[in-house]
Antibody, heavy 115, light 112 residues
Framework: EVQLQQSGPEVGRPGSSVKISCKAS????????MNWVKQSPGQGLEWIGW????????DYAEKFKKKATLTADTSSNTAYIQLSSLTSEDTATYFC????????WGQGVMVTVSS | DVVMTQTPVSLSVSLGGQTSISCRSS???????????LYWYLQKPGQSPQLLIY???NRFSGVPDRFSGSGSGTDFTLKISRVEPEDLGVYYC?????????FGAGTKLELK
């Protein structure tokens, strides 16, 4: 059974960074890209970018290029997203989702930016 | 960016009834490889989105045949027949053809 288990909620101060994880199981981690999606409170969905765990290659939506950094650790089958220079606009739930079709999703991580 | 316009914004339906959601893109979603990367997702309250339909009309594993997708180019439709309580939530269309990938704003399906 494919599962994407994300880390717990995060609180970050303005200007700081947070790093959240997405641990994959039930399939070969390097077979598929991992996407990340943002959902602001009460809002819709925004694609942030993807990482190919096998090669480490990445692609980002333009608005997230200076905000998000995607990495992956094949030894632990875990993908990561680091969000830097946090502002109130980064308060949101962040999902990981497998493949270009987003066929499986993590449960989401709530990131709250607060001083 | 490709704008995905979903209509209606919200929908009331009776259990057992039928309904449809429209998704229009600002550009054709036919990729140079011949595929059309248009997807439909359902986000139930308090849950992550779940894939229903991929590449316009293909039901994902385990999705009931009450859900069907159709369309081409810039106009796409999700039809839901024999609506059940588990179908309630927000439906999103999504395009993966053009960079950056973009979602529709969502259609909320509620009970009448």
């Amino acid at each position: 059974e494919v599962q994407l288990q994300q880390s717990g909620p995060e609180v970050g101060r303005p200007g700081s960074s947070v790093k959240i994880s997405c641990k994959a199981s039930g399939y070969t981690f390097t077979d598929y890209v991992m996407n990340w999606v943002k959902q602001s409170p009460g809002q819709g969905l925004e694609w942030i970018g993807w990482i190919d765990p096998e090669y480490g290659s990445t692609d980002y939506a333009e608005k997230f290029k200076k905000k998000a950094t995607l990495t992956a650790d094949t030894s632990s089958n875990t993908a990561y997203i680091q969000l830097s220079s946090l502002t109130s606009e980064d308060t949101a739930t962040y999902f990981c989702a497998r493949r270009g079709s987003f066929d499986y999703w993590g449960q989401g991580v709530m990131v709250t930016v607060s001083s | 960016d490709v704008v995905m316009t979903q209509t209606p914004v919200s929908l009331s339906v009776s259990l057992g009834g039928q309904t449809s959601i429209s998704c229009r893109s600002s550009q054709s979603l036919v990729h140079s490889d011949g595929n059309t990367y248009l997807y439909w997702y359902l986000q139930k309250p308090g849950q992550s989105p779940q894939l229903l339909i991929y590449k316009v009309s293909n039901r994902f594993s385990g999705v009931p045949d009450r859900f069907s997708g159709s369309g081409s180019g810039t106009d796409f439709t999700l039809k839901i027949s024999r609506v059940e309580p588990e179908d309630l939530g927000v439906y999103y269309c999504y395009q993966g053809t053009h960079y950056p990938n973009t979602f529709g704003a969502g259609t909320k399906l509620e009970l009448k």
